[in-house]
């Protein structure tokens, strides 16, 4: 039994009169992989951003996330992976430069050594010529290449979690494989723990051993992934099971629409 | 009309005030504000019949002042209207006829824009001679292409909408769709340009009247200035006063600028 | 053709008619106003036969049609020649040579001052948008922004001039003062500080409102979410992301700044007794020497199309997404 690593604890969030997440606790052990899943409007982005401290002023939060004692850095303790990669690159910098500045704010390194870094950290998310690349803008990258290079500005200052909300759903099937693909190879070869937020329960058994399904801001259930899959118990899950979603579909007919009505 | 905010409503009660007035300047300040109404050189609050002085020829500079107000605001409010409206039309015009009109039509705007506007009215001027309609005139010659520009713009999204497309299937010509359908949706931009075109305005006409090419036989604020300059040392107070009359006036209308915009943008 | 080559090439193609409409449109005020430029130059030259007149009209072409009177006026031109200043006695090119480049230093300070330090406080403020420094520099510069550059100008005098008798009154450096190479240098610094000043507040306050309101507008674009979430410091994101993505769109606006700022050195020219291209407008005007006036207005609207073109130049280095001559 491995120590709690990341511990969230009667966690509330609200944004004025609408209550996003109710009383959600978590544990997060390293190396565990955990996904979130529920549908569009649930309180999953607003969970994994909380946990991050990245949510809007507007957000009101209650209850603690405590990490090895105390709240977690993000950069150096979580990296965060968005949805939309160019949305997360500045468009007039270099993307080296994007990725050395934070190896230098995190690891303390010179600029010349933090260039070095960052070229290793392209090599890693297979973007080819990564030292000729480093002087190149993001938009001279396609979406599949910004997201891998989000990837590595994420992980630049060598955080032990990352969070990452719908990585892929901005992008074609083909290469939203690429990238889940190169997100388990680096999760497992770093032994890094990961918080996974995606609508996909096929994607969610693939990418982690847990899942946690939210619906209108609770945790509904939450165990093992093949456990979860083979005896749902909330109807919810069944339901969300029984979309038969997976990764072949094309994305529009993946989109759960459930019938809540029913399941009352 | 939404709300304004504390700024847009201290300017508009500055403005209020200033044309109050200048409607009510001759119950303010009878008589000819040019005509020699006590001693000279007074300074402010020294005199009970000259509160803020009087100038080096003995002219009462709060009548100045009170009618000046006259002169600036109707010199800048009708050549900012006109501006205004000449640039709507230009822009309406260039963008919904598109094509070679278009082609045209900006680059004489650019031309425009790039002769200064402060130059344009002072050549205009010296040709026509200064009065109230040709001060009005050269003023606007140089104040009316940023309004074609963003109508422009506005017209060349609103024609792809569908109200344009209506009007077409109901068999509108081009020119009755561009002037009745489009325009009037296009003027609520270009109507946020008022402000800055109406402060540019008064600062070029503050200019003019400044360097001497003002209507001679009014007072204006820019003149005053001119004459208190001749006594600078002695009487600074002569070209200060004007000046903080014209700071407030610019102020209030950008005030009320920035309180209208819905950007905030267009609104430096 | 190399990318730079092609760049000037399209800007030229642009630039000629925008110029040649500028053309006709002085072609057409030095018609307006040609008959009292005669008179203005009988009026001073004193006693003129009737013989000297019709030479005289010969000469400038009044006894021709528009288009021949158009033709020659081009045609000139294109040599280099603008005409005679009735008022100089000497040739208009010569006149603005001698004044163009007081202009543009005194304008190429201001503009540098008023970008710079008006870029610097615009991110101080945009750094909090709606914090109470912002609100603070925000309505200040809008306060600022409401100044006539020529009223300053008189403020200023008084103030540092006639009271504290710190800096000059007026003019481009002493006069006979005999002082050569630095020193020289050093006294024109000194006459400019003050219509440098004039000249350049009410362009800080654009520049700093510019800068503010871009930066509030950076603030809302999702990448600075993805800056924050890697942990970068706030000072980083301000200045090396938020200000850096800022600062082009204002880059752009120098180039037509120039427009309005050549317009203001008229008066502030005026007011400083600093004889410059500015004071040469309003000195054509007040001596009705047309041919000077829309020599003057050429040279202007020729200055503010390479202001563009060098701003242009600049901004396709500065922002990677615009690759010149692409
Ligand atoms: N900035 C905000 N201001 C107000 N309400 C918000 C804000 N962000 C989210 N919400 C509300 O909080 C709830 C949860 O939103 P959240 O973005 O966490 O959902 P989600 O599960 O990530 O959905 P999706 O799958 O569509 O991304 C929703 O009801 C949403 O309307
Ligand atoms: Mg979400």
Request: aromatic share 6%; net charge positive; with cysteine.
């Amino acid at each position: 039994m491995t120590e709690t690593y990341l511990n969230v604890r009667n966690l509330n969030v609200s944004y004025g009169k609408t209550i996003a997440i109710r009383n959600v606790s978590l544990q997060l052990a390293k190396g565990d992989r955990l996904a979130l899943i529920g549908m569009s409007g649930s309180g999953k982005s607003t969970l994994a951003m909380a946990i991050a401290g990245l949510l809007p002023k507007q957000a009101h939060i209650e209850g603690t996330i405590d990490f090895a004692g105390r709240r977690p850095k993000l950069g150096s303790d979580i990296g965060v992976l968005f949805q939309d990669a160019s949305g997360s690159l500045d468009p007039v910098m270099k993307v080296g430069d994007q990725i050395a500045e934070v190896v230098m704010t995190h690891l303390g390194m010179s600029w010349i050594s933090a260039r070095v870094r960052a070229a290793e950290l392209l090599d890693r998310v297979k973007i080819p010529k990564a030292l000729s690349r480093l002087n190149s803008y993001p938009h001279e990258f396609s979406g599949g290449q910004k997201q891998r290079i989000a990837l590595a500005a994420a992980l630049a200052g060598n955080p032990s979690i990352l969070i990452a909300d719908e990585p892929t759903s901005a992008l074609d099937t083909v290469i939203q494989k690429h990238i889940v693909d190169l997100l388990g190879e680096l999760v497992k070869d770093g032994g890094l723990t990961l918080l996974f937020v995606t609508h996909d329960i096929a994607l969610a058994s693939q990418q982690a051993d847990q899942i946690a399904v939210i619906y209108q801001g609770e945790v509904v259930e939450a165990g093992a992934s093949g456990q979860l899959l083979r005896e749902p118990r909330h109807p919810y899950t069944k339901a969300l099971i029984n979309t038969h979603i997976s990764l072949d579909r094309p994305r529009s007919k993946r989109l759960p629409q459930i019938d809540m009505a029913g399941l009352q | 009309m939404k709300t304004l905010n504390l700024e847009a409503k201290i300017g508009a009660i500055l403005l209020v005030l200033l044309v109050l007035m200048a409607l009510f300047a001759p119950l303010i300040a009878p008589g000819d504000p040019l005509a020699i109404s006590g001693e000279a050189m007074l300074r402010p609050f020294a005199s009970e019949a000259h509160w803020l002085g009087t100038d080096r020829l003995g002219r009462d500079v709060l009548a100045g002042l009170v009618h000046g107000t006259r002169t600036t605001l109707l010199v800048a409010f009708f050549s900012a209207a006109a501006a205004l409206i000449v640039g709507s039309i230009v822009g309406t015009l260039s963008g919904f006829l598109g094509g070679l009109a278009d082609i045209v039509l900006m680059r004489i705007t650019e031309a425009f824009q790039t002769v200064p506007g402060f130059l344009l009215a002072l050549a205009t001027i010296s040709v026509t001679g200064p009065s109230v309609p040709t001060l009005i005139l050269a003023i606007s010659l140089g104040n009316w292409t940023q309004a074609a520009r963003v109508t422009r713009a506005e017209v060349l999204s609103l024609r792809e909408r569908d109200f344009v497309a209506a009007a077409r299937t109901l068999g509108m010509r081009p020119l009755e769709i561009a002037f009745r359908e489009i325009l009037p949706n296009a003027f609520g931009p270009t109507a946020s340009l008022a402000a800055i075109s109406v402060a540019t305005a008064i600062l070029i006409e503050a200019a003019l009247s400044f360097l001497g090419f003002g209507d001679p036989n009014r007072v204006t604020w820019g003149s005053m200035i001119a004459e208190g300059r001749t006594v600078l040392r002695a009487a600074p107070y002569l070209s200060i006063v004007p000046g903080i009359a014209l700071v407030v006036t610019v102020l209030s209308i950008h005030l009320i600028g920035r309180g209208l915009s819905h950007t905030e943008r267009l609104q430096p | 053709m190399p990318p730079l080559a092609s760049f000037f090439l399209k800007r030229l193609l642009t630039a000629l008619p925008v110029l040649f409409i500028v053309l006709v449109g002085s072609f057409l005020l030095l018609e307006a106003a040609s008959g009292d430029a005669v008179d203005a130059y009988i009026a001073r030259s004193g006693t003129l036969d009737a013989q000297q007149i019709a030479q005289l009209r010969m000469e400038w072409g009044l006894d021709q049609g528009p288009l021949y009177r158009f033709e020659a006026y081009v045609t000139a031109l294109a040599q280099g020649d603008l005409g005679w200043s009735t008022a100089f006695e000497r040739p208009v090119t010569s006149v603005i040579a001698e004044r163009l480049p007081v202009t543009l230093l005194l304008m190429s300070i201001a503009t540098g001052l008023a970008f710079f330090l008006g870029s610097l406080l615009g991110i101080a403020a945009g750094a909090r948008p709606g914090s109470v420094r912002d609100r603070l520099l925000s309505t200040g510069s809008l306060a600022l922004y409401a100044v006539p550059g020529f009223w300053l100008g008189l403020v200023l005098i008084v103030v540092f001039a006639v009271d504290l008798r710190w800096l000059p009154i007026g003019g481009m450096e002493s006069i006979a003062s005999g002082k050569a190479g630095l020193a020289r240098m050093a006294d024109i610094a000194v006459h400019l500080v003050l219509p440098v000043c004039a000249l350049a507040m009410v362009y800080l306050a654009l520049y700093l409102r510019l800068m503010r309101d871009r930066m509030a507008e950076i603030w809302r674009d999702p990448f600075v979410k993805g800056l924050e979430a890697r942990g970068l410091t706030r000072r980083r994101i301000v200045w090396r992301h938020v200000a850096r993505n800022a600062v082009l769109p204002v880059i752009t606006m120098l180039g037509w700044q120039s427009a309005a700022m050549l317009g203001g050195s008229v008066v502030v020219e005026s007011v400083f007794s600093i004889p410059g291209f500015g004071r040469l407008a309003a000195e054509a005007v007040a001596r009705r020497d047309t041919p000077l006036l829309l020599g003057v207005l050429l040279c202007s609207a020729i200055t503010v199309i390479i202001a563009n073109l060098l701003v242009d130049l600049a901004y396709g280095k500065l922002d990677p997404r615009v690759r010149i001559g692409r």
